[in-house]
């Protein structure tokens, strides 16, 4: 059985995988944004190439070469300089919020060994492309589905399409053969060497939330979050990428302006509550940021409208029928007040102990949709962070003594 598991490839985790989304390096930050409104993945994979040109798509021209999100564009527009003219740092090109994740995007072959993958993760790729493998040709796919495929947001590239694989992809296919690994499994997380303290990016409750941006910044790149600490060091909350890709860009407004603790209440579930709507709106017009304040207005406006419209018809059809309620709340994008009516986590941060196993780990993080779990003793002090990257380097050292 071990033997058997070492000889899996790349293309044993993309069965069912959905073709990638993508925008093309040229499109603007709008373009980034407009595009991530109307996705169902956090993520858009960004490619140099022009899909206007079904002749220039040959041989290698056109690649990946990074990806954005809903992060990345809240955190450029939280940027003071953004904040005087919104609309301005809008038309800037989608290079400007991808800067940070350069380098983290490889292609890779179908047929490329579990065992090369884990390594190149290890090695700092956070995405692997994949060439998606089916015998159904592109055309015949295209007549199942006569949509047209919007040019900025194109899935095929050189002829075909692709998926990537992210960590949690490999952790969760382990996990699935977690027998292969036993006792590793059943250890915990402090015996086998898997909390980091040196990498935890923290912040204090009072502090400003605009302090926080470079930590969130980091937190993307190192695939975890910022944990929100009291004097003490005491676990409060954290301000996480996964929340904030379920955000619309007027959260760059209450970053702007709120302390951390009042964000983590703005972010929750639910959407903001209306006097911290107030206090954005107060502070802007104090910091005479107008540009700003007319795009919050705007957007808190709009986004209260739909909320009131979606409530009004959504009790109007409960009557009729369950159903078509449940439609209605499950676009990706009706962000009322910020929010997606998707799941979305809350502010209160996921955590362990030092004494969890290793499943009981693995299975919190993948259950969450999260890369990490802070660690934390009995007084919820925090103790440090577990993350897939940690986990994925012990699997590799056990396959090693498998072979």
Known sequence: MAVSFLRHEVSDLCLAKPALRSLSVSATVAHALEALKTSEENFLSVWDCNHHNNNALAGDQCRCVGKVCMVDVICYLSQDANLLS???????????????????????????????AIDLMLQGIQNLVVPIQTRQSLSSRRKQHPKPINSTTSTIHNGQEFCWLTQEDVVRFLLNSIGVFSPLPALSI????????ADILAINYHSPASSAVQLITQSLTQQTSVAVVDVDGVLIGE??????????????????????????????????????IKIVTERLKERKLQGALESYSSSTS????????????????????????????????????????????????????????????????????VNYVWVIEDDC???????????????????????
């Open 86 to 116: 919104p609309s301005a740092a809008l038309k800037a090109p989608v290079s400007e919020i991808m800067t940070e994740t350069a380098g983290t995007v490889m292609h890779v072959e179908p047929s490329c060994s579990l065992l090369k």
């Open 190 to 197: 402090d015996s086998l060497g898997l909390i980091n303290t």
């Open 239 to 276: 301000i996480s990428p996964f929340t904030l890709s379920s955000c619309d860009e007027s959260v760059a407004a209450a970053i702007a302006t709120l302390s951390c603790g009042e964000f983590m209440a703005y972010i929750d579930c639910g959407g903001p509550p209306e006097y911290l």
């Open 302 to 369: 709009s986004s209260s409208s739909t909320m009131f419209s979606s409530s009004s018809s959504s009790d109007e059809e409960s009557s009729v029928s369950p159903s078509s309620t449940r439609m209605v709340r499950s676009g990706r994008f009706s962000r009322s007040n910020s929010y997606s009516a998707r799941m979305v986590r809350r502010a209160e941060a996921i955590v362990c102990h030092p004494k969890s196993s290793l499943v009981a780990v693995m299975i919190q993080a993948i259950a969450h949709r």
């Open 381 to 403: 002090s925090l103790v440090g962070i577990v993350t897939f990257s940690g986990m994925l380097k012990v699997f590799r050292e056990h396959l090693e003594t498998m072979g």
